[in-house]
């Protein structure tokens, strides 16, 4: 089943059927002269999936988004888009494309209105010559609308953004991406500096992207956050793949043991438990 989605110029775009490959990445790599950032990654983006990579601080995940993003080329390996192979050379190549990536500091103005940040650089426009004015009428209604069909209910768009919640400003960033023609949302640790309840507004926000028919890459540290809403499971540790899983391959437990080093943490465990006194028992 196709879905149907409205984008800012008005144009309905059909997308395709889930699970149709958007982006596909084959034994990509990047390298910083001598030093190698990132090998031998596998993985896709489909229609209406979740694609979460996860691994800990410097494991390359920042590498691997910036690649996916436009910012960085790659080194090694294929990129491909639609089935033709890309090699990006700035973000705006991969916006035309339909690749938009919001990073975790959302690159919003707290002291503007919702409907400001959520239209900022791209306003919308009326009238003619010296006449020609912002359009606030339509970008109000535009902005609630699109907020609305994203799940979050925001009937005063003219408040200050910097007073949401953390998860309802990434839901205004999630839903503009989508509005402005997005058919691949990169999310960048959106729930790193959330509590459990606000994580848990942004998980829904991606699973009404993922059902609106985009392709969602989820990037996180916490596979508690990735397994509800994921579809495949990327997972980094040191710059290379651990390997990539789709969801009926792979189960909480062993998401959550590799990525906690599994033996290792096992190991480690043992020498941390407290030497009891002999004849003592552990209450």
């Given at each position: 089943?196709?879905?149907?989605?409205?984008?800012?110029?008005n144009a309905v775009v059909e997308l395709p059927p889930p699970g149709t490959p958007?982006?596909?990445?084959?034994?990509?790599?990047?390298?910083?002269?001598?030093?190698?950032?990132?090998?031998?990654?596998?993985?896709?983006?489909?229609?209406?999936?979740?694609?979460?990579?996860?691994?800990?601080?410097?494991?390359?995940?920042?590498?691997?988004?910036?690649?996916?993003?436009?910012?960085?080329?790659?080194?090694?390996?294929?990129?491909?888009?639609?089935?033709?192979?890309?090699?990006?050379?700035s973000p705006r190549e991969a916006l035309e494309l339909g690749i938009a990536t919001?990073?975790?500091?959302?690159?919003?103005?707290?002291?503007?209105?919702?409907?400001?940040?959520?239209?900022?650089?791209?306003?919308?426009?009326?009238?003619?010559?010296?006449?020609?004015?912002?359009?606030?009428?339509?970008?109000?209604?535009?902005?609630?609308?699109?907020?609305?069909?994203?799940?979050?209910?925001?009937?005063?768009?003219?408040?200050?953004?910097?007073?949401?919640?953390?998860?309802?400003?990434?839901?205004?960033?999630?839903?503009?991406?989508?509005?402005?023609?997005?058919?691949?949302?990169?999310?960048?640790?959106?729930?790193?500096?959330?509590?459990?309840?606000?994580?848990?507004?942004?998980?829904?926000?991606?699973?009404?992207?993922?059902?609106?028919?985009?392709?969602?890459?989820?990037?996180?540290?916490?596979?508690?956050?990735?397994?509800?809403?994921?579809?495949?499971?990327?997972?980094?540790?040191?710059?290379?793949?651990?390997?990539?899983?789709?969801?009926?391959?792979?189960?909480?437990?062993?998401?959550?043991?590799?990525?906690?080093?599994?033996?290792?943490?096992?190991?480690?465990?043992?020498?941390?438990?407290?030497?009891?006194?002999?004849?003592?028992?552990?209450?």
């Amino acid at each position: 089943m196709s879905h149907l989605t409205e984008t800012h110029d008005n144009a309905v775009v059909e997308l395709p059927p889930p699970g149709t490959p958007i982006i596909e990445v084959t034994d990509i790599g990047k390298s910083y002269g001598s030093v190698i950032a990132l090998r031998d990654v596998t993985t896709s983006v489909k229609t209406g999936e979740v694609t979460c990579v996860l691994g800990d601080n410097g494991a390359g995940k920042s590498t691997f988004i910036k690649i996916l993003a436009g910012a960085h080329g790659h080194s090694e390996g294929t990129f491909e888009v639609d089935g033709e192979a890309r090699h990006f050379s700035s973000p705006r190549e991969a916006l035309e494309l339909g690749i938009a990536t919001v990073y975790q500091d959302l690159a919003v103005v707290p002291l503007m209105p919702v409907w400001r940040n959520f239209f900022l650089g791209s306003e919308l426009r009326k009238g003619w010559g010296p006449l020609r004015r912002l359009d606030l009428k339509r970008m109000k209604e535009i902005t609630r609308s699109e907020l609305l069909r994203m799940g979050i209910d925001l009937r005063d768009v003219d408040q200050p953004i910097g007073t949401l919640s953390g998860g309802e400003r990434q839901c205004v960033a999630i839903a503009r991406a989508v509005y402005f023609g997005a058919r691949v949302l990169i999310l960048d640790e959106p729930t790193a500096a959330l509590g459990v309840r606000q994580s848990g507004v942004v998980l829904k926000y991606v699973a009404a992207a993922r059902d609106r028919g985009l392709g969602v890459v989820l990037i996180t540290h916490n596979p508690h956050h990735a397994y509800p809403v994921g579809d495949r499971f990327m997972l980094l540790r040191r710059g290379r793949s651990m390997g990539d899983f789709p969801k009926s391959e792979l189960s909480l437990d062993d998401l959550v043991s590799m990525m906690a080093g599994g033996a290792e943490l096992e190991a480690l465990s043992h020498e941390l438990q407290r030497q009891l006194p002999e004849g003592e028992v552990e209450s």
